[in-house]
């Protein structure tokens, strides 16, 4: 089949990026496929297309309701209106008409917690489903860093169902995710297609701070100095909302991001964002996913992440667009003992499992029982899965074995921050691909560069220009 003309024909593009051609083929010839291929490189299309000419239903099982909206928007502005979305904010009238209709859709989203429901499977895995499309696939894995225990039970679905062909995707994914990927997909016969991490327009930079007032003075003098667009990471919600106030306080334009805002105003915040009237984010790692901005020149990470996954995944939001942007994070040697503490401290331990398993026992729902345990609703999810599919190893063994993997994948983060070898090739190496062949600019190991391709800050529109930025810096540091 001539997929070019089928890819001009329905998306209007003269060539496919790479990766893409080979995963499209190898749906289409009814493959389980994994495609690891990084972000922005253009993933949904490897379901769009073999799902436009594969007869039968494609269901596309997303993990966050605003990655659902957006893809399927884009799928109906090429016009295929054949598509719905299901999660658990949709009112069950319009559930049962959505079920009452399935005839008529295409592509259909859904969130895991959903499709794991016992109705749901039951419905879904009644129809003629072609393609299972297991998107941003990591959050299978417990040694990913989206981990989302409802994917674990992916598995049922697809025996109940037949075995259709599944597609699953993901930017990330080392060794060890990868291999959870295909077991618990039961993808034992897969195609496997690998793109290269490295992203040649980003300059990767590491900066010591001695303590927290540095990496204020340090923030505050770059944001002031150097444009956006830009994402401040930061690792809690307290530090979010202090960090804004300080760079509200120096005239930039920033906003703060957290799960704990309300929905309307993190919709606000990103629209702005996006339209550039907003300069910077400042988020927890809650920012990002399904957000498609292409020109973000800068992401400053204020504390390291728990894994060089989630830091490449963050740092790759930058410079989507090709053009040489920058990915720096902020590095004091005592951070890694708060790193270390909320790593430890995620899963639940032997006293709360304990506790847990006996409220549950003596009938207590799974909810209460968690919080009388003082368990979030992911730990209880996990007890319940390992408890189920532990194949007789008891639940606190396995966590035992987990929080030993986070703390080697947290690890590897101390190793990126704290070393003396270059910051491309190390990234590169975790995942298993070879050192980077020399790249200028690279990183600050490589050498100290002037990031001179960021653009010096400028005024908010309508504002009055500022004192020059020499002047500014004196202002900061005096
Ligand atoms: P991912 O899921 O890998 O992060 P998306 O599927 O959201 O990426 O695609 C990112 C962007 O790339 C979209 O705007 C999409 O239209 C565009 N794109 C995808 N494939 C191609 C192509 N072959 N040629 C040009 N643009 C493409
Ligand atoms: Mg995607």
Not at 257 to 284: P, V
Request: net charge negative; with cysteine.
């Amino acid at each position: 089949m001539r997929l070019e003309q089928e890819l001009k024909k329905r998306f209007g593009f003269d060539s496919f990026r790479p990766g893409q051609e080979d995963v499209v083929r190898s749906v289409l010839d009814g493959k389980d496929t994994l495609a690891i291929l990084p972000t922005g490189m253009g993933k949904s299309l490897c379901y769009q297309l073999p799902g436009d000419l594969m007869d039968g239903l494609v269901i596309i099982v997303s993990p966050l309701v605003s990655l659902m909206e957006d893809q399927a928007a884009s799928i109906r502005r090429r016009g295929e209106k054949r598509v719905a979305a299901v999660n658990a904010f949709m009112p069950s009238d319009e559930r049962r008409q959505l079920f009452a209709e399935i005839g008529t859709v295409k592509f259909l989203f859904i969130s895991p917690e959903m499709m794991t429901r016992p109705d749901m499977t039951r419905f879904l895995s009644s129809q003629h489903v072609a393609l299972l499309v297991v998107d941003e696939a990591h959050c299978i894995s417990q040694w990913g860093f989206d981990f989302r225990p409802d994917y674990l039970r992916l598995g049922d679905f697809i025996r109940k169902a037949g075995n259709p062909v599944i597609l699953a995707l993901t930017a990330t994914a080392d060794g060890r995710v990868e291999k959870d990927i295909l077991g618990y997909l039961e993808m034992s016969d897969a195609n496997v297609f690998r793109q290269s991490l490295n992203r040649p327009n980003l300059y990767y930079a590491v900066q010591r701070a001695a303590g927290e007032q540095e990496k204020n003075r340090w923030i505050t003098e770059r944001l002031t100095t150097t444009s956006g667009p830009g994402i401040l990471y930061v690792s809690s919600r307290k530090r979010v909302e202090e960090l804004t106030a300080l760079l509200q306080g120096h005239g930039i334009r920033i906003a703060s991001y957290h799960a704990g805002k309300e929905a309307g105003d993190r919709q606000m915040i990103q629209q702005q964002f996006l339209s550039g009237e907003l300069a910077w984010i400042c988020a927890t790692n809650a920012f990002g996913m399904g957000i498609h901005k292409d020109d973000i020149r800068q992401v400053i990470h204020d504390q390291m992440p728990a894994s060089a996954a989630a830091y490449v995944q963050e740092a790759g939001r930058a410079g989507r667009d090709g053009k040489q942007s920058s990915a720096v994070l902020l590095y004091v040697p005592d951070d890694e003992q708060k790193v270390r503490f909320i790593v430890q401290h995620d899963l639940p331990d032997e006293a709360q499992t304990a506790h847990y398993l006996a409220m549950k026992k003596n009938g207590e729902a799974a909810a209460s029982a968690a919080e009388f345990a003082g368990i979030s609703e992911t730990g209880a999810r996990l007890i319940d899965y390992y408890g189920e599919h532990g194949g007789g190893t008891a639940v606190t063994e396995i966590f035992t074995g987990l929080r030993f993997d986070k703390e080697e994948k947290l690890r590897q983060m101390i190793g990126y921050a704290a070393g003396q070898t270059c910051l491309r090739s190390k990234l590169l190496h975790y995942f298993g691909e070879e050192p980077a062949r020399e790249q200028i600019p690279c990183c600050s190991v490589c050498g100290d560069m002037a990031e001179t391709w960021l653009e010096s800050a400028l005024p908010a529109p309508g504002e009055r220009a500022f004192l020059p930025y020499e002047e500014r810096i004196r202002l900061l540091l005096c």
